[in-house]
């Protein structure tokens, strides 16, 4: 049988355990977005602001209703199924590229609820380049709701592609 004296010190040797245990188990977190002292600056934000609309016909009868569109190359992964801002920067590359590498600015495309396009915007319109963005993106539809994409040509393109 055991001594009842030894029971104080089993008690203060498991409250030491119990405490050392939950002091090896806190956790830190840095809340707080100090300067670290690193060198690596964030790029700044920039607004495009207001890009001018294109009457560019997709709402007209020229182009299949949305829901008789077949689904474009705006397909992303199982778990993200619309890709639509990277069909967008695909697509703007794609068109600049057929264009001769001439269009400057930016470009701004408005999916509706349907999945389909229903604006596009330049802020320096290309004949040819909204051209090629309207045969792509008022002949399919994506599995995506509303949103909106931006992407930029750059500036002082003149062409012909690979030259400034």
């Known amino acids: 049988m055991k001594s009842p004296q030894f029971a104080p010190v089993v008690l203060a040797f498991v409250a030491l355990g119990a405490t050392a245990a939950l002091l090896a188990c806190t956790r830190h977190a ?8 690193s060198s690596i600056e964030r790029p700044p934000e920039f607004d495009a602001g207001g ?32 890709a639509f801002e990277d069909w967008v920067a695909a697509t703007a590359k794609e068109c600049q590229a057929a264009s ?12 509706g609820p349907g999945g389909c396009v ?3 915007g330049m802020e320096e319109p290309n004949d040819e380049v909204v051209a090629c963005l309207v045969a792509e993106m008022g002949a399919v539809k994506c599995p995506c709701g509303e949103g909106i994409s931006q992407y930029y040509f750059g500036a002082g393109n003149v062409g012909p592609c690979g030259s400034k």
């Open 30 to 37: 840095d809340l707080r977005d100090e300067p670290d002292g």
């Open 118 to 120: 229903e604006v596009i």
């Open 100 to 111: 001769g590498c001439k269009t400057n600015g930016w470009l701004e495309v408005r999916m």
């Open 51 to 82: 890009i001018p609309e294109l009457d560019s016909g997709l709402g007209s009868d020229a182009h299949p209703l949305c829901a008789d569109r077949p689904t474009g190359e705006c397909v992303g992964s199982n778990d993200f199924p619309c």
